[in-house]
């Protein structure tokens, strides 16, 4: 090796494995929380959450966006953000929407998941948890 080479990382064992975009099964990860609580406190099932996640997943899979290296739509516990709710969030950018209807959910599927652009109407303020 020269001194104008890139290191070999490949062969440095004691180097930790660094996390990458292109390394990830999925390319986009959609979590929906659809958690319900019997105490009267906010709940993302309480406002039509299970609903959204399967139209998303009906959704994706007509387009033909669901699949290894493509999008996968997940089902969530609480995410933290009840305020916020119904919730939720796309991976790897950690995307955070809120959404009230079909046509919202639509909508992510066909600007984010689809072509890549953050749908910035729907998004949740940073400060709102829960
Ligand atoms: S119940 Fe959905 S974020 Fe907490």
Same mark, same amino acid.
């Given at each position: ?14 180097? /930790? /494995?660094? &996390? ?6 999925? *390319? ?6 659809? !958690?319900?609580?019997? !105490?009267?406190? &906010? @709940? @993302? &099932? !309480? *406002?039509?959450?299970? $609903? ?10 007509? &387009? +033909?966006?669901? +699949?290894?290296?493509?999008? =996968?739509? !997940?089902?969530? +516990? @609480?995410?933290? =953000? @009840? ?9 790897? $950018? ?15 599927? $066909?600007? *984010? ?6 749908? $910035? ?5 940073? *400060?709102? +948890?829960?």
């Amino acid at each position: 090796m020269t001194s104008s080479s890139p290191p070999d990382t490949q062969s440095d064992k004691s180097a /930790p /494995p660094t &996390a990458t975009v292109d390394s990830s099964y999925y *390319h986009r990860h959609v979590f929906f929380c659809l !958690n319900q609580r019997s !105490n009267g406190e &906010a @709940c @993302c &099932a !309480n *406002h039509r959450a299970q $609903e959204a996640f399967d139209r998303c997943k009906s959704q994706v899979k007509g &387009a +033909g966006l669901a +699949g290894p290296g493509k999008v =996968r739509v !997940n089902k969530s +516990g @609480c995410l933290d =953000r @009840c305020a916020a709710g119904p919730v939720v969030v796309v991976y790897p $950018e950690a995307v955070w929407y809120t959404y009230l209807d079909a046509s919202d959910i639509d909508e992510i599927v $066909e600007s *984010h998941l689809k072509n890549g652009q953050v749908v $910035e109407r729907l998004l949740i303020p940073p *400060h709102v +948890g829960r």
